[in-house]
C-alpha cells in the first residue's frame, strides 16, 4: 500500500489534515487538532471518483472515516467544503476495512472494574496463579502479597498457560515510586499482548505533562497515550485493551493488529492500527502467543505490582 501523499490547502485557521488513509471501503482522514462536529456530516465532503455514504467521526474529535461506494484506488483528492484538502495514492485493500471506531462499542463506566464478566479467563484473582506460568515453562516465582501479585525483579517475564487472542483484556497495576522515568527506569513492566504489543508500565507523573510514546499508557514506541490520565507512582490503575489480532493468508500478514485502550476509565487510544511488534517483543506471526508480564529491570522503590488480571476473548467481528 502506497503511503499517502499530502498537498495541504487548509486555511490558517483550520485544522490540518495530517494523513489520509485508504481502505477497503473508504478513507480515514486524520487531523492535527480536534474538528468541528459537524464535519462528520457526510454532505460536506467530496472524493473524486467515489459517492461518499456516510461519514463516521471519532470519538477523539481528531478522525473521520469516510465510506464511500467502493475502495478508492489510484490518486484521489478529498476535501471538506471551506475547509483544508489533501491529495492521496490510493490503493484498495479487501482485508482492511474502515475502522468503527471500537470505543464507541465498547465502552467502560468504572475506573476499577474489578468483577471479571461470565465466560472470562481469570489469570490472577487474587488466591493463586493456575493460569499463569514463568516464562521459561517453571511455576510462577512473583509473590503473592494480599491481593497483589508482586513482581521479583529478576526472576522472569510471567505468561498466561495457554494463547490468548482477539477480546479485551483487563489488568489492574501499581507502579513503585523512584528511578528515573525518562531513563526508562521509573517502576518499568508492561502488558505485551500475544507476547507482542506492549501497552507499557511505568511510574509516569499525572497532568499537565503530556506522556511520551515510551510511559505509561503507550502502545510501546508506536503511539503516545492520546491523553496523560497518570495517578503516578504507588497508586493502582487500570488498562482495558480491546485487542485484534492480525490476520494472515498463506504465511502473509494481510491486516495489521488493532488495539482499543482504556487507561484509568479514560481513552486514550482508539482502534488504532499496530504494524509490527513493539520494542523488543517477540517477532509477529501466524502462531498464537499467550499473555506477557514483563519483568524489566528498574530502580523503583519497591515491586511492580499486579492484580485481577482477566481475558474475554471476542471473534474478530465482535472486536
Not at 79 to 107: C, K, L, M, N, Y
Request: proline share 8%; with cysteine; aromatic share 8%.
Amino acid at each position: 500500500m502506497c503511503l499517502p501523499l499530502l498537498i495541504l490547502t487548509s486555511a490558517l485557521s483550520s485544522p490540518t489534515i495530517v494523513a489520509a488513509e485508504p481502505r477497503a471501503d473508504g478513507v480515514l482522514v486524520t487531523f492535527d487538532t480536534e474538528i468541528d462536529p459537524t464535519w462528520g456530516q457526510a454532505s460536506r465532503w467530496m472524493c473524486t471518483g467515489h459517492l461518499i455514504t456516510d461519514a463516521i467521526m471519532a470519538p477523539d474529535g481528531h478522525r473521520v472515516f469516510l465510506r464511500t461506494t467502493g475502495g478508492p484506488a489510484g490518486r484521489h483528492l478529498v476535501a471538506i467544503d471551506d475547509g483544508p484538502s489533501t491529495v492521496f495514492d490510493a490503493v484498495g485493500d479487501a482485508h482492511r476495512p474502515g475502522p468503527d471506531f471500537a470505543a464507541s462499542e465498547h465502552p467502560v463506566v468504572e475506573k476499577l472494574d474489578r468483577t471479571a464478566p461470565e465466560g472470562a479467563i481469570v489469570l490472577f484473582g487474587g488466591h493463586g496463579t493456575p493460569n499463569l506460568r514463568m516464562r521459561n515453562g517453571g511455576p510462577v516465582q512473583w509473590k503473592i502479597i494480599g491481593d497483589a501479585l508482586h513482581v521479583q525483579r529478576g526472576t522472569g517475564d510471567a505468561v498466561s498457560t495457554t494463547p490468548l487472542g482477539s477480546g479485551r483484556y483487563h489488568v489492574e497495576w501499581r507502579s513503585p515510586a523512584g528511578g528515573d522515568p525518562q531513563k526508562q527506569d521509573g517502576g518499568n513492566s508492561g502488558v505485551k499482548i500475544a507476547s507482542r504489543y506492549e501497552v507499557q508500565i511505568l511510574n509516569t507523573e499525572g497532568h499537565p505533562r503530556p506522556a511520551r510514546f515510551n510511559e505509561a499508557g503507550s502502545i510501546y514506541r508506536i503511539k503516545a497515550a492520546d491523553r496523560n490520565v497518570a495517578l503516578g507512582p504507588d497508586h493502582w490503575q487500570v488498562y482495558d485493551i480491546w485487542f485484534t489480532e492480525p490476520l494472515w493468508h498463506d504465511g502473509e500478514k494481510i491486516a495489521d493488529a488493532r488495539m482499543t485502550v482504556w487507561w484509568n476509565g479514560v481513552l486514550v487510544h482508539d482502534d488504532v492500527l499496530v504494524p509490527n511488534k513493539t520494542g523488543a517483543s517477540e517477532a509477529e506471526g501466524i502462531e498464537p502467543r499467550p499473555l506477557l508480564l514483563q519483568d524489566h529491570h528498574h530502580a523503583g522503590e519497591g515491586d511492580v505490582c499486579f492484580r485481577n488480571i482477566w481475558f474475554m476473548p471476542t471473534s474478530r467481528d465482535d472486536s
